[in-house]
T-cell receptor
Framework: GDSVTQMEGPVTLSEEAFLTINCTYTATGYPSLFWYVQYPGEGLQLLLKATKADDKGSNKGFEATYRKETTSFHLEKGSVQVSDSAVYFCALSTLENAGGTSYGKLTFGQGTILTVHP | GAVVSQHPSRVICKSGTSVKIECRSLDFQATTMFWYRQFPKKSLMLMATSNEGSKATYEQGVEKDKFLINHASLTLSTLTVTSAHPEDSSFYIC?????????????FGDGTRLSIL
């Protein structure tokens, strides 16, 4: 089956440091890849996505490139801020069908806790 | 603004109580919704797929009689935790997939923190 593996946390950085969170995946089909972020006490928000090989998703200074040859989708940010402290989830989506309707079904990594200190 | 509304955000109740959580799709019709459970410092575990007009599809190991799902309309799915016990305490999150393609993201509710005393 499909699976996503993220680097284990927690990750603790000083403000303005460089961030990398590794993510690799296995999938039977051709998945779309996502990074979601969860701030304390809240639900998940989409951070960025990439839908095909070599696509780069970017948002709020975060970037991730869909690498099909290495089955990876590592998250990077050049200079983190205290406000970036959150849990980050890598996820893949494949197409499922139910009752005649198709939809993207997500498989999540285990999440990486990021703490940024001033 | 919010695309998915989940209510309530927090519930504290006694053991044996049944608790209903609502998930509403605000801007569009949703024939499918998902329910996840998240343990502290753990990833999201898909519990079930809620299907409008038909039975929910439960993941392996999830008790159907314990976690009742009703997709009453194209904008509302409910999860009822029946006769809740302390081990059911968790963070429950619903999501709605946008469109019928794999590259469309899901939109998540803000979650419900359930605490059973």
């Amino acid at each position: 089956g499909d699976s996503v593996t993220q680097m284990e946390g927690p990750v603790t950085l000083s403000e303005e440091a460089f961030l990398t969170i590794n993510c690799t995946y296995t999938a039977t089909g051709y998945p779309s890849l996502f990074w979601y972020v969860q701030y304390p006490g809240e639900g998940l928000q989409l951070l960025l996505k990439a839908t095909k090989a070599d696509d780069k998703g970017s948002n709020k200074g975060f970037e991730a490139t869909y690498r099909k040859e290495t089955t990876s989708f590592h998250l990077e940010k050049g200079s983190v801020q205290v406000s970036d402290s959150a849990v980050y989830f890598c996820a893949l989506s494949t197409l499922e069908n139910a009752g005649g309707t198709s939809y993207g079904k997500l498989t999540f990594g285990q999440g990486t806790i990021l703490t940024v200190h001033p | 603004g919010a695309v998915v509304s989940q209510h309530p955000s927090r519930v504290i109740c006694k053991s044996g109580t049944s608790v209903k959580i609502e998930c509403r799709s605000l801007d569009f019709q949703a024939t499918t919704m998902f329910w996840y459970r998240q343990f502290p410092k753990k990833s999201l575990m898909l519990m079930a797929t809620s299907n409008e007009g038909s039975k929910a599809t439960y993941e392996q190991g999830v008790e159907k009689d314990k976690f009742l799902i009703n997709h009453a309309s194209l904008t509302l799915s409910t999860l009822t935790v029946t006769s809740a016990h302390p081990e059911d305490s968790s963070f429950y999150i619903c999501s709605v997939p946008i469109g019928g393609r794999r590259n469309q993201p899901q939109h998540f509710g803000d979650g419900t923190r359930l605490s059973i005393l």
